[in-house]
């Protein structure tokens, strides 16, 4: 039983790796008073703050990207679920942003961008653009299931598991769209397999 | 083959012969190499969080019933929707059972029955069920209080990792609410973000401690 006790203890490391990638360093110096930079509140805080910036980047890079998707492409129904959802992405990015206070960048993740590049410039027909938009959306939700194992405070836990379930719909729609089998769209335990990570995904 | 049984290898001989709740806790969060060692602290978890999964696992009991009961009316006769409903059962089966065995890990006693008070509530409308539209809306129903009570917990509990099992279990009840919205024409993705307003409190329905 301390066995299992010990692993579930190994959330602890997995803060360590997003915080690797997500500027936690220079975040230290910049973004908190000299009073704060002490203590476990300063590394609950700065930590969060880093976690949510890299979020913040991620949803306005699905912004981006949906905002680059030639919707002459969908049908009228799809292409207003791709706005609405942009929408959402739009609204997700603002409370990241709100959450992270001064680590925000208010700026979309480019290495994202670049990696999608290629992929929407081949996106040139319907279920091109629903492939691309299912696996942005499921590998967001899976961001945020990543997320909730490096969050501490207790606003960004509540703020991140908002937003897991909203991308897990979203996938549902394109999925479901693209008439892929149900056991694959919904898996009896979500998991963090494709999540965006700051370390593949550095932002400024 | 369930979910649980589909585990990576790898994780199960890290944590040997231990319980299903341990093996998802291992699937749901990113591999440890040995780089990884950590030193921070954890609090072990609380007599509240006991209280969290308990109230979870009889939270996914009732789900099971709730389909059980839907699927045993004879008001499914679409094929597809019979197949749909059938495999949300199973995995709110599987979703009880990681809940009871997070708790017996937690150092509680696992509540393995359907949750009575909330039971309670819901036996009129499952009562009134007359066709397939009132199953599945009942079980959309079913499907957000499930997803909202979820979120609600995230953040409550004194061990963290268990916010991340906790929704390993609720991303996959948005998705379940996702799909049947649909089917009786409402939308799978109403909102930018999931509100806890249907949320049901810990310890609804659990005897007294």
Same mark, same amino acid.
């Given at each position: 039983?301390?066995?299992?006790?010990?692993?579930?203890?190994?959330?602890?490391?997995?803060?360590?790796?997003?915080?690797?990638?997500?500027?936690?360093?220079?975040?230290?110096?910049?973004?908190?008073?000299?009073?704060?930079?002490?203590?476990?509140?300063?590394?609950?805080?700065?930590?969060?703050?880093?976690?949510?910036?890299?979020?913040?980047?991620?949803?306005?890079?699905?912004?981006?990207?949906?905002?680059?998707?030639?919707?002459?492409?969908?049908?009228?129904?799809?292409?207003?679920?791709?706005?609405?959802?942009?929408?959402?992405?739009?609204?997700?990015?603002?409370?990241?942003?709100?959450?992270?206070?001064?680590?925000?960048?208010?700026?979309?993740?480019?290495?994202?961008?670049?990696?999608?590049?290629?992929?929407?410039?081949?996106?040139?027909?319907?279920?091109?653009?629903?492939?691309?938009?299912?696996?942005?959306?499921?590998?967001?939700?899976?961001?945020?299931?990543?997320?909730?194992?490096?969050?501490?405070?207790?606003?960004?836990?509540?703020?991140?598991?908002?937003?897991?379930?909203?991308?897990?719909?979203?996938?549902?729609?394109?999925?479901?769209?693209?008439?892929?089998?149900?056991?694959?769209?919904v898996p009896s335990f979500?998991?963090?397999?494709?999540?965006?990570?700051?370390?593949?995904f550095p932002f400024a | 083959?369930?979910?649980?049984?589909?585990?990576?290898?790898?994780?199960?001989?890290?944590?040997?012969?231990?319980?299903?709740?341990?093996?998802?806790?291992?699937?749901?969060?990113?591999?440890?190499?040995?780089?990884?060692?950590g030193t921070d602290e954890?609090?072990?978890?609380?007599?509240?969080?006991?209280?969290?999964?308990?109230?979870?696992?009889?939270?996914?009991?009732?789900?099971?019933? %709730?389909?059980?009961?839907?699927?045993? &009316?004879?008001? +499914?006769? #679409?094929?597809? *929707? =019979?197949? @749909?409903?059938?495999?949300?059962?199973?995995?709110?089966?599987?979703?009880?059972?990681?809940?009871?065995?997070?708790?017996?890990?937690?150092?509680?006693?696992?509540?393995?029955?359907?949750?009575?008070?909330?039971?309670?509530?819901?036996?009129?409308?499952?009562?009134?069920?007359?066709?397939?539209?009132?199953?599945?809306?009942?079980?959309?129903?079913?499907?957000?209080?499930?997803?909202?009570?979820?979120?609600?917990? %995230?953040?409550?509990?004194?061990?963290? &990792?268990?916010? +991340?099992? #906790?929704?390993? *279990? =609720?991303? @996959?009840?948005?998705?379940?609410?996702?799909?049947?919205?649909?089917?009786?024409?409402?939308?799978?993705?109403?909102?930018?973000?999931?509100?806890?307003?249907?949320?049901?409190?810990?310890?609804?329905?659990?005897?007294?401690?």
């Amino acid at each position: 039983m301390d066995e299992v006790v010990e692993e579930r203890r190994g959330l602890a490391p997995t803060r360590r790796r997003f915080l690797q990638g997500a500027g936690i360093a220079g975040l230290a110096a910049s973004a908190l008073p000299m009073a704060s930079l002490s203590g476990p509140a300063f590394a609950q805080e700065a930590g969060d703050a880093a976690i949510t910036a890299f979020a913040e980047s991620i949803e306005l890079a699905i912004v981006e990207a949906y905002g680059q998707i030639d919707v002459g492409l969908l049908t009228p129904q799809l292409a207003a679920t791709v706005a609405a959802f942009a929408d959402h992405h739009r609204e997700h990015a603002t409370a990241l942003g709100e959450a992270a206070g001064n680590a925000a960048t208010g700026e979309a993740n480019r290495e994202l961008l670049e990696d999608l590049d290629g992929r929407l410039a081949r996106a040139r027909d319907e279920p091109a653009v629903l492939e691309l938009a299912f696996s942005l959306e499921s590998s967001a939700a899976a961001t945020y299931l990543f997320a909730l194992g490096a969050l501490e405070a207790r606003g960004a836990l509540e703020l991140a598991a908002s937003v897991l379930p909203v991308e897990s719909e979203h996938a549902i729609v394109f999925g479901t769209a693209l008439e892929r089998p149900l056991a694959e769209l919904v898996p009896s335990f979500v998991n963090q397999d494709a999540a965006f990570k700051p370390d593949s995904f550095p932002f400024a | 083959m369930s979910e649980l049984d589909r585990l990576p290898r790898r994780g199960l001989l890290r944590i040997g012969g231990t319980t299903a709740a341990a093996a998802v806790l291992l699937a749901a969060c990113t591999e440890t190499g040995d780089d990884d060692a950590g030193t921070d602290e954890r609090q072990r978890p609380s007599r509240a969080d006991r209280e969290i999964l308990r109230t979870a696992s009889s939270l996914d009991e009732l789900a099971v019933v %709730v389909y059980e009961t839907i699927l045993d &009316s004879g008001f +499914v006769t #679409t094929t597809a *929707v =019979g197949d @749909t409903l059938d495999l949300f059962r199973r995995h709110h089966r599987e979703h009880a059972r990681l809940f009871a065995a997070a708790t017996a890990d937690a150092g509680g006693e696992p509540f393995t029955e359907p949750n009575p008070v909330v039971r309670q509530q819901l036996q009129p409308a499952l009562d009134a069920i007359a066709d397939e539209a009132a199953a599945l809306a009942l079980a959309l129903d079913i499907e957000r209080v499930l997803a909202e009570t979820y979120q609600s917990f %995230v953040g409550a509990f004194t061990d963290r &990792s268990f916010d +991340v099992a #906790t929704m390993s *279990v =609720g991303g @996959t009840e948005a998705r379940h609410a996702a799909v049947l919205a649909p089917l009786i024409g409402r939308p799978s993705a109403p909102d930018a973000f999931q509100p806890t307003g249907e949320a049901i409190p810990s310890g609804t329905g659990l005897p007294a401690a």
